[in-house]
Nanobody, 120 residues
Framework: QVQLVESGGGLVQAGGSLRLSCAVS????VGWFRQAPGKEREFIAA????????YYEDSLKGRFTLSRDNAKNTVYLQMNSLKVEDTAVYYC?????????????????WGQGTQVTVSS
């Protein structure tokens, strides 16, 4: 059974930064998604199992950065220059593959989510 556990969420002022972590067991790519109140869950970014390939949703390029440390079984999402509209529950997830994918339906395993709130 694949397990994913997010951490690092919290309250931050606009313009600030947060680093989310996702502890993941197994040899899988990892994707990050977010869901704001009243909105559908949306894809943010993904990283291959090796860490050599990453993909970002266009509007987030330059502000969000993915990395992973497989020795620690952890994927990191560094979020900079946060905006109020980044407020959401953030989820990490894994597909049954080692290369990244940006389709929600391809993800089989999900974490419980961590709340990120950006205040103005």
């Amino acid at each position: 059974q694949v397990q994913l556990v997010e951490s690092g969420g919290g309250l931050v002022q606009a313009g600030g930064s947060l680093r989310l972590s996702c502890a993941v067991s197994g040899r899988y790519a990892v994707g990050w998604f977010r869901q704001a109140p009243g909105k559908e869950r949306e894809f943010i970014a993904a990283i291959s199992w090796s860490g050599g390939d990453t993909y970002y949703e266009d509007s987030l390029k330059g502000r969000f950065t993915l990395s992973r440390d497989n020795a620690k079984n952890t994927v990191y999402l560094q979020m900079n220059s946060l905006k109020v509209e980044d407020t959401a529950v953030y989820y990490c997830a894994a597909p049954r593959r080692t290369d990244w994918v940006n389709l929600l339906g391809e993800y089989d395993y999900w974490g419980q989510g961590t709340q990120v709130t950006v205040s103005s």
